[in-house]
């Protein structure tokens, strides 16, 4: 009778597991149609003995019935403390299921995510020989078509109807929402034609008149709302891009690509084939130089052309990869894309992936990206960047890799101009200006010494200078709201003898 059920959320695993009560209990398997509903946050106790005494109490409600465990993989941890009592769940849960006191007496639904349940189950052979192969089902995602015929029953129970103009704004929803394995299928549909409701009952309580259609239809604008902002800017992408200061091949290079896709996204609409997009990019130079920047302003152009569902960024290093020990590398690569879906990985310093070290799992990071990026190739960008000769490296280290950058971006460093200009919009942003004697005096000095950390250096000049301009005028007996604002030419230890260390 014990049943493994498989699939994303919201495809029906609770409600099947209620359905298989009442057959069990029609058959006389089982005397009662009860389904116990848990999970480790009611299975797991925070001191020694607690969790079997709140295992056995569950497994003593569902006697007679199911006792249903959601995503009971997250009962076992690999690098789980002495503290951390999810497996004693197990071993209390095995033990009864084959204790005279039990046995036969109750059937148990374990639920979650198809790949961490088939991980959880061949990590623990003593309950993976409890739950056979034949009683795995996998539920799979419900297709557009479905999600609208179970939206439209949705609607039906709460009196309303949709009309077609509704039913094609609902579909743009839930495309713009399909986006990973998290995505909530019927749960999101219900909460999704819930929220119409709300709106449409909002706007007919605003009005002096009512008429049947505002209790009884859902039109196109009832889902008219976003379910979340799709950025924090109130600019476009291209706007965000042409404000930048300097790296003017950057943003040809950009613009171009923008400009390639809107031609093949024509030229499809029209019936002609198009060419093979290629999003995947390289950005390589110096520190400091834009390329986190530019990378979110990528993402967010590749959104407004509706390429990208999200546009969001997920920056990621070495350590966000790649684990200390065998095959935990390739679950936490899987788990940063996972967030990045529908968006950009931006991984900086990505050639520090490819170490020689005996034992270093870098490797086994770049094959599982290359997997990935060939798994989910219409919803993630991913973005390789660092110094140019060793990105090259990098991407000679796999041929996976190699095929699928054809973009190459290189960020130069800023001039001594286009550095001084960095500096005065980080000091209008903080509220700050300089006197003209600072901004020559800096203007000179960037010109004879050239920060290594380009804008990232700018930023750290200003924030410093910020906190000397605090103590001058602390050492004064007063002071007006242009000497809070203003920052002087020794606020920034240009003339002394430590600028070297400034610097």
Known sequence: MNMVLTGNPGTGKTTLARRLAEIYYELGVLPKADVVETDRSRLVGAYVGQTEEKTLQAVEEAEGGILFIDEAYSLFK???????????????????????????????????????????????????????????????????????????????DND??????????????????????????????????????????????????????????????????????????DQSGEERLNQLVGLKEVKEQVLKLSSFVQVQQLRKDQ??????????????????TGKTTVASIYSHILHDLGLLKRGHLVTAGRSDLVAGYTGQTAIKTKQKIREALGGVLFIDEAYSLLSKAAGDFGREAVETLVEEMTRHEENLVIILAGYENEMNALLNSNPGLTSRFKSFFYFTSYSGKELIEILSLYAEDYGYRFEDAAISSLESYVREHPPEGNARTMKNWLEAAIQRQAFRLMQQEDWDKNQLMELKADDFLLNRKDESKHE
Do not use: C
């Open 78 to 156: 690999h690098d789980a403390s002495g503290t951390d009592y999810g497996q004693t769940v197990i071993d209390t849960l095995v033990s009864a299921m084959t204790s005279d006191n039990y046995a036969g007496k109750f059937a148990v639904i374990l639920a979650g995510y198809p790949e961490e349940m088939r991980r959880f189950l061949w990590s623990n052979p003593g309950l993976r020989s409890r739950f056979p192969e034949t009683n795995h089902i996998h539920l799979p995602d419900y297709s557009t078509a479905e999600l609208l015929e179970i939206a439209e029953n949705v609607a039906l």
């Open 271 to 288: 019936g002609l084939p198009a060419v093979p997009v290629q999003l995947h990019a390289v950005f390589s130079g110096p520190p400091g």
């Open 160 to 233: 309303f109807i949709l009309t077609e103009e509704a039913l094609a704004s609902l579909s743009d929803h839930i495309e713009n929402q399909r986006v990973d394995d998290t995505f909530g299928n019927a749960r999101v549909v219900k909460d999704l034609v819930t929220e119409a409701i709300f709106i449409q009952g909002a706007k007919a309580a605003e009005k002096e008149q009512f008429n049947e259609s505002d209790f009884t239809i859902l039109d196109a604008e009832a889902f008219s709302f976003k379910v979340h902002e799709d950025h924090q800017f």
